[in-house]
């Protein structure tokens, strides 16, 4: 079973930037989709980010398109998020996640094993 721990949260102001880290261990996710999702207080866990295993096709969610960056480095087994002109709605614990496969898409049940997230907080 692979374990996932995310860091790099934190506070940041408006239109600031984060990068966060997944860092996994106990098996190699070279062969995996995988993805970022985050969850705010009260509301349901969203799709942010995936990237197949090659590093070669990304999707984001249209809320945060243009402004976060997915990418891999299967060598060193991580994946990483860069977040660039937070919002104050970006705010939310986000969590990595590796897919059921390669072809793993936005949905959560494509994804089999989480990390246990990290807060990202955005102030106006």
């Known amino acids: 079973q692979v374990q996932l721990v995310e860091s790099g949260g934190g506070l940041v102001q408006a239109g600031g930037s984060l990068r966060l880290s997944c860092a996994a261990s106990?098996?190699?996710?070279?062969?995996?989709?995988m993805g970022w999702f985050r969850q705010a207080p009260g509301k349901e866990r969203e799709f942010v980010a995936r990237?197949?295993?090659?590093?070669?096709?990304?999707d984001y969610a249209d809320s945060v398109k243009g402004r976060f960056t997915i990418s891999r480095d299967n060598a060193k087994n991580t994946v990483n998020l860069q977040m660039d002109s937070l919002k104050p709605e970006d705010t939310a614990v986000y969590y990595c996640?590796?897919?059921?496969?390669?072809?793993?898409?936005?949905?959560?049940?494509?994804?089999?094993?989480w990390g246990q997230g990290t807060q990202v907080t955005v102030s106006s």
């Open positions: 996640a590796r897919g059921t496969g390669v072809t793993a898409s936005v949905w959560i049940h494509e994804y089999d094993s």
């Open positions: 106990g098996r190699a996710i070279s062969r995996y989709t």
């Open positions: 990237i197949a295993w090659s590093g070669g096709s990304t």
